[in-house]
């Protein structure tokens, strides 16, 4: 009985045990599915499966013939795992020495024996993400890379891990590169200034998710949403004219030694921005465009170029006749305690109303509509406003100027505030703003909203168009329209603008010479007088096509006046688009003519030249020539096309060709193109019939 009793109480014990374990163990089970049930489930889904996020590739920004602005271009960094499951010691001890050749030659910062040490090195501490370099490397780079010896295995046997980063790239380097504008430091926040945040909702596209599962230790690919990416957008940038426009205002800044300076050229009817310069000094000679974009942003006193405003006013209310006399006296009058003075030493005397805007009299303009609107200030004013010169424009792009023009009873009204407004003083415009008032007499008198983008494109097809949008479709009458059409003529025949005047082609415009305001200061402050060149006008003045504005801010040397500071850069940019817009020329231009020899023709692409000869109505011989690339050879009344054949792996001959069509050459084949100077290709760095080399660089010099 003993016996049985103590068999009895151990198996009750024993038993009690296993009903006791059993409830712990569901206890413990419950606990962990209901209380803990979130976090284990987390945590399995962090062992089991993982996302990756796929970033989508941030869209182009184009100039107005498609050529990139900005552009994303993949670079990479290189890494290595030096445990990579197929990375035995016998392929590394075999393979470490010519790796660490490959490497130096490659990068030629340090000696192969250096390469061979750290790369070692890196092996004994068992490094899986050892970087090899610290400099970003090109695609055109990576390709050659991946043929070194062990990196040629792969990831799994060479434990070679190459990192793709995006780098955000100006091919056209500084121009417009202000209002092209630049990404943030955190890539996540995308466009900070310019076109890359007015458009970055375009642009940044968005990203997609690559789902992993965990099988057997080896992460496997399940699920992908492949990312969208980022829309082109098309934009009116001109980059032949944006050239000349920053060169030519760089060396007026030069000249003068002004602080800065900007340029906009628009077109009249659909208020296309063709080109857009801001430079501003940051040491002596060296002006950069990376500061201000001055041309929205910066609204000061505009001078002279107001006196359009003023004249027009007197016009449309009838109060003006050009031909009546207005008499100047010696160049200078008193309004209360303040002296009006012409710039003219010795003043005009009496001259026609006519005159003193061609002549840009500041007593004229001042007598002329204090005249007329003393005993009620705000008719003037008012007109002002309803012509919209005191309202923002609305651009896309962030950071434009509150315009400002007094209104009679505020509180900084004075009894001077009148005939000094008429003149571009107690008042503040951006020169874009200016710009578009001017823009607006050359179209007529309809005021259309100046724009930079022209349409959005995804995968090369046009998603979305931008129209022109009409501001006001009258500012005045267009009795007034042509009044002051010939006003703005005039300057430039017979007035301060004289020094610009051409055979070509007629320019309208206004000449502006402002001293700057330095606050509490006033006009002189402690360093003296400091002064803002301008000139605003349209060309070709019969029919009008563009309207330009050029600023120069604190000029010190070689004068301040705008007929020479501005004048000059206005000049050069209407030049230079006269001479390379047949819309814009005779109509004599651009035909065959009946005899002779056809001028000379650069060879390139067969498509392009096959274009231009159609469009001129110039007869081609050999045009089913099978070949992409053609020779031309001018005869009387045809051109030739033949094959031009480049023998495969050797360097081809440029020479002769364009820009565009030898660095599209060049680069296919593998090489780096470095270009300088303007027009056709006349030398070449690496010889023609030598040995490609993948990588090599080659500059060509254009002339």
């Given at each position: 009985m003993t016996i049985k009793r103590d068999i009895t109480w151990r198996v009750g014990v024993i038993y009690l045990s296993l009903v006791v374990l059993a409830v712990i163990v569901f206890v413990r089970v419950v606990y962990l599915q209901v209380v803990e049930g979130e976090k284990w489930r987390s945590m399995e889904q962090v062992l089991t499966s993982k996302e990756r996020e796929i970033e989508a590739n941030r869209g182009n920004i184009l100039a107005s013939d498609g050529r990139k602005l900005a552009c994303s271009v993949p670079s990479y960094r290189l890494y290595m795992d030096m445990m990579a499951h197929g990375l035995t010691d016998e392929i590394f001890n075999r393979d470490v020495d010519s790796l660490s050749i490959c490497l130096s030659r490659f990068f030629g910062d340090k000696s192969s024996q250096a390469y061979k040490k750290e790369l070692s090195v890196a092996r004994q501490k068992g490094r899986r993400y050892y970087r090899i370099h610290h400099k970003r490397i090109s695609f055109t780079d990576l390709k050659q890379v991946k043929q070194f010896p062990i990196f040629r295995l792969g990831k799994n046997k060479g434990g070679f891990l190459p990192e793709m980063l995006d780098q955000r790239k100006l091919p056209f380097g500084v121009l417009a590169s202000r209002t092209i504008g630049k990404l943030y430091g955190e890539k996540e926040k995308g466009g900070m200034v310019g076109l890359e945040r007015a458009y970055d909702h375009e642009l940044k596209g968005k990203n997609g998710v690559s789902t992993f599962t965990r099988i057997s230790g080896h992460w496997v690919p399940e699920e992908v949403m492949p990312p969208q990416n980022g829309n082109d957008i098309l934009t009116s940038i001109d980059i032949e004219i944006q050239d000349v426009a920053e060169s030519s205002l760089r060396q007026q800044l030069i000249k003068h030694n002004a602080h800065h300076g900007c340029a906009i050229l628009m077109e009249v009817q659909t208020g296309e921005i063709k080109a857009i310069v801001n430079l501003h000094r940051k040491s002596p000679g060296n002006y950069v465009e990376d500061y201000f974009n001055y041309a929205i942003g910066e609204a000061t006193e505009p001078g002279s170029t107001f006196k359009l405003a003023s004249v027009m006013v007197a016009l449309e209310d009838g109060l003006l006749n050009l031909e009546d006399s207005i008499d100047t006296g010696k160049g200078y009058c008193k309004f209360y305690d303040r002296v009006m003075r012409d710039s003219h030493h010795g003043g005009?005397?009496?001259?026609?109303?006519?005159?003193?805007?061609?002549?840009?009299?500041?007593?004229?303009?001042?007598?002329?509509?204090?005249?007329?609107?003393?005993?009620?200030?705000?008719?003037?004013?008012?007109?002002?406003?309803?012509?919209g010169l005191n309202e923002k424009i609305g651009l896309e792009i962030k950071g434009e100027g509150d315009p400002f023009i007094k209104y009679p009873g505020s509180e900084t009204w004075s009894g001077v505030s009148l005939p000094w407004i008429s003149i571009g003083y107690e008042s503040k415009l951006t020169p874009l703003q200016t710009l578009n008032f001017y823009n607006a007499v050359a179209n007529n008198g309809k005021m259309v909203k100046p724009h930079f983008v022209k349409g959005i494109y995804r995968h090369g097809e046009l998603v979305e168009s931008y129209d022109p949008v009409v501001l006001n479709p009258s500012i005045c009458s267009l009795s007034t329209i042509e009044k002051v059409h010939e006003l703005l003529i005039g300057v430039v025949e017979r007035g301060t603008a004289k020094n610009i005047k051409n055979d070509n082609y007629k320019i309208a415009g206004k000449t502006g010479t402002a001293q700057i305001a330095k606050g509490s200061k006033g006009y002189k402050g402690g360093s003296g007088v400091e002064y803002q060149a301008s000139f605003c006008g349209y060309f070709p003045a019969d029919r009008p096509k563009y309207s330009c504005i050029v600023v120069v801010n604190g000029p010190t040397s070689n004068g301040f006046y705008g007929n020479v500071v501005a004048g000059k850069v206005f000049k050069d940019i209407a030049d230079r688009v006269y001479a390379t817009s047949f819309a814009m020329m005779d109509e004599r231009v651009g035909k065959v003519p009946d005899s002779g020899i056809l001028p000379y023709s650069k060879g390139g692409k067969k498509d392009d030249l096959l274009t231009v000869f159609e469009r001129l109505n110039v007869a081609i011989e050999g045009e089913d020539v099978e070949s992409d690339w053609i020779s031309t050879t001018a005869q009387e009344h045809k051109v030739d096309f033949d094959r031009k054949v480049f023998a495969k792996g050797l360097v081809p001959n440029v020479k002769g060709m364009g820009a565009k069509d030898a660095v599209s050459l060049l680069e296919n084949l593998g090489l780096k193109v470095i270009v300088s100077g303007r027009g056709k290709v006349v030398e070449q760095s690496v010889r023609a019939g030598s040995r490609l080399k993948n990588g090599e660089r080659i500059f060509i010099k254009l002339g």
């Amino acid at each position: 009985m003993t016996i049985k009793r103590d068999i009895t109480w151990r198996v009750g014990v024993i038993y009690l045990s296993l009903v006791v374990l059993a409830v712990i163990v569901f206890v413990r089970v419950v606990y962990l599915q209901v209380v803990e049930g979130e976090k284990w489930r987390s945590m399995e889904q962090v062992l089991t499966s993982k996302e990756r996020e796929i970033e989508a590739n941030r869209g182009n920004i184009l100039a107005s013939d498609g050529r990139k602005l900005a552009c994303s271009v993949p670079s990479y960094r290189l890494y290595m795992d030096m445990m990579a499951h197929g990375l035995t010691d016998e392929i590394f001890n075999r393979d470490v020495d010519s790796l660490s050749i490959c490497l130096s030659r490659f990068f030629g910062d340090k000696s192969s024996q250096a390469y061979k040490k750290e790369l070692s090195v890196a092996r004994q501490k068992g490094r899986r993400y050892y970087r090899i370099h610290h400099k970003r490397i090109s695609f055109t780079d990576l390709k050659q890379v991946k043929q070194f010896p062990i990196f040629r295995l792969g990831k799994n046997k060479g434990g070679f891990l190459p990192e793709m980063l995006d780098q955000r790239k100006l091919p056209f380097g500084v121009l417009a590169s202000r209002t092209i504008g630049k990404l943030y430091g955190e890539k996540e926040k995308g466009g900070m200034v310019g076109l890359e945040r007015a458009y970055d909702h375009e642009l940044k596209g968005k990203n997609g998710v690559s789902t992993f599962t965990r099988i057997s230790g080896h992460w496997v690919p399940e699920e992908v949403m492949p990312p969208q990416n980022g829309n082109d957008i098309l934009t009116s940038i001109d980059i032949e004219i944006q050239d000349v426009a920053e060169s030519s205002l760089r060396q007026q800044l030069i000249k003068h030694n002004a602080h800065h300076g900007c340029a906009i050229l628009m077109e009249v009817q659909t208020g296309e921005i063709k080109a857009i310069v801001n430079l501003h000094r940051k040491s002596p000679g060296n002006y950069v465009e990376d500061y201000f974009n001055y041309a929205i942003g910066e609204a000061t006193e505009p001078g002279s170029t107001f006196k359009l405003a003023s004249v027009m006013v007197a016009l449309e209310d009838g109060l003006l006749n050009l031909e009546d006399s207005i008499d100047t006296g010696k160049g200078y009058c008193k309004f209360y305690d303040r002296v009006m003075r012409d710039s003219h030493h010795g003043g005009y005397g009496t001259i026609t109303n006519r005159q003193v805007f061609e002549y840009s009299s500041n007593v004229g303009i001042s007598k002329m509509i204090v005249a007329n609107y003393k005993s009620d200030p705000k008719k003037y004013i008012d007109r002002i406003y309803s012509m919209g010169l005191n309202e923002k424009i609305g651009l896309e792009i962030k950071g434009e100027g509150d315009p400002f023009i007094k209104y009679p009873g505020s509180e900084t009204w004075s009894g001077v505030s009148l005939p000094w407004i008429s003149i571009g003083y107690e008042s503040k415009l951006t020169p874009l703003q200016t710009l578009n008032f001017y823009n607006a007499v050359a179209n007529n008198g309809k005021m259309v909203k100046p724009h930079f983008v022209k349409g959005i494109y995804r995968h090369g097809e046009l998603v979305e168009s931008y129209d022109p949008v009409v501001l006001n479709p009258s500012i005045c009458s267009l009795s007034t329209i042509e009044k002051v059409h010939e006003l703005l003529i005039g300057v430039v025949e017979r007035g301060t603008a004289k020094n610009i005047k051409n055979d070509n082609y007629k320019i309208a415009g206004k000449t502006g010479t402002a001293q700057i305001a330095k606050g509490s200061k006033g006009y002189k402050g402690g360093s003296g007088v400091e002064y803002q060149a301008s000139f605003c006008g349209y060309f070709p003045a019969d029919r009008p096509k563009y309207s330009c504005i050029v600023v120069v801010n604190g000029p010190t040397s070689n004068g301040f006046y705008g007929n020479v500071v501005a004048g000059k850069v206005f000049k050069d940019i209407a030049d230079r688009v006269y001479a390379t817009s047949f819309a814009m020329m005779d109509e004599r231009v651009g035909k065959v003519p009946d005899s002779g020899i056809l001028p000379y023709s650069k060879g390139g692409k067969k498509d392009d030249l096959l274009t231009v000869f159609e469009r001129l109505n110039v007869a081609i011989e050999g045009e089913d020539v099978e070949s992409d690339w053609i020779s031309t050879t001018a005869q009387e009344h045809k051109v030739d096309f033949d094959r031009k054949v480049f023998a495969k792996g050797l360097v081809p001959n440029v020479k002769g060709m364009g820009a565009k069509d030898a660095v599209s050459l060049l680069e296919n084949l593998g090489l780096k193109v470095i270009v300088s100077g303007r027009g056709k290709v006349v030398e070449q760095s690496v010889r023609a019939g030598s040995r490609l080399k993948n990588g090599e660089r080659i500059f060509i010099k254009l002339g």
